[in-house]
C-alpha cells in the first residue's frame, strides 16, 4: 500500500526568508512524486514532480522539492517567501511499478507568509 | 476550452435526494480521477478511470456512490439519498496515461455540493 504524510498542518513563514514544507511517503516500488498548490477560491495547481534524475526539481513560482530516497521525503522548498505564495500545499504519489496504482494525496499543509 | 471542466458548479438539495455531478475531462486523457474535498482540507480519493481498465472504486465511501465514464471521456458521479455528510467540494482530475503514469492532474475547478 501506499501513503503519504504532511506532518504539518500549518507553516508560518516571514516574507523574504526561506520556506520549507516537508513530505514523506511510503511506496512498494520506486515513487513517482508531486506537488500541488491551491490558493484560495481557486482550482489545485501542479507544482512540480520528480520522476527519476536529479533529486532537486524545480518547478513553477521558484519553488523547487529535493527527493530523498533514504528518508522516503520530497520537501517542497523556496529560497525567499512572497506573501503571495500563502495557500494550501499538497505533497502526492505514485507507484511507479503497478500500472494500475494511483496517485494518493496527503492531507495538505496551509502556508502562511507574513509581510 | 482545454481545461476540465464540472458542472453544475454549485449544487444545492434536500436530504435523501440523489444528485449528479459531471466532470469533462481534457481531450486525449485517459485517465480520469474523483475526489472530495470538505471545507479546504485534504483530498479524498473516490475513483480512479483508466483508460478501458475497470475502475478502482476502492475510495468510495458507501454504496450510495457510484461513478460511470461513458465513451472514454465523460464521468458522472451519483450520489444517490444524500446526507449532510455527503456537502463537500467534489474535485475531479485528468491526466494523459503515458507507460509509468508519469503526467501530472488537471485539475476542474469542482463541484461544491450543499446538503441542507
Known amino acids: 500500500a501506499q501513503s503519504v504524510a504532511q506532518p504539518e498542518d500549518q507553516v508560518n513563514v516571514a516574507e523574504g526568508n526561506p520556506l520549507t514544507v516537508k513530505c514523506t511517503y511510503s511506496v512498494s516500488g520506486n515513487p513517482y512524486l508531486f506537488w500541488y498548490v491551491q490558493y484560495p477560491n481557486r482550482g489545485l495547481q501542479f507544482l512540480l514532480k520528480?520522476?527519476?534524475?536529479?533529486?532537486l526539481v524545480k518547478g513553477s513560482y521558484g519553488f523547487e522539492a529535493e527527493f530523498n530516497k533514504s528518508q522516503t521525503s520530497f520537501h517542497l522548498k523556496k529560497p525567499s517567501a512572497l506573501v503571495s505564495d500563502s495557500a494550501l500545499y499538497f505533497c502526492a504519489v505514485r507507484d511507479s511499478t503497478s500500472s494500475a496504482s494511483k496517485i494518493i494525496f496527503g492531507s495538505g499543509t496551509r502556508l502562511s507568509i507574513r509581510p | 476550452g482545454a481545461g476540465v471542466s464540472q458542472s453544475p458548479s454549485n449544487k444545492v438539495t434536500e436530504k435523501g435526494k440523489d444528485v449528479e455531478l459531471r466532470c469533462d475531462p481534457i481531450s486525449g486523457h485517459t485517465a480520469l480521477y474523483w475526489y472530495r474535498q470538505s471545507l479546504g482540507q485534504g483530498l479524498e480519493f473516490l475513483i480512479y478511470?483508466?483508460?478501458?481498465?475497470?475502475?478502482?472504486k476502492s475510495g468510495l465511501p458507501s454504496d450510495r456512490f457510484s461513478a460511470e465514464r461513458t465513451g472514454g471521456s465523460v464521468s458522472t458521479l451519483t450520489i444517490q439519498r444524500t446526507q449532510q455528510e455527503d456537502s463537500a467540494v467534489y474535485l475531479c482530475?485528468?491526466?494523459?496515461?503515458?507507460?509509468?503514469?508519469?503526467?501530472?492532474?488537471?485539475f476542474g475547478p469542482g463541484t461544491r455540493l450543499t446538503v441542507l
Open positions: 482530475a485528468s491526466s494523459a496515461r503515458l507507460a509509468g503514469g508519469q503526467n501530472e492532474q488537471f
Open positions: 478511470f483508466q483508460g478501458n481498465s475497470a475502475p478502482d
Open positions: 520528480y520522476i527519476t534524475g536529479d533529486n
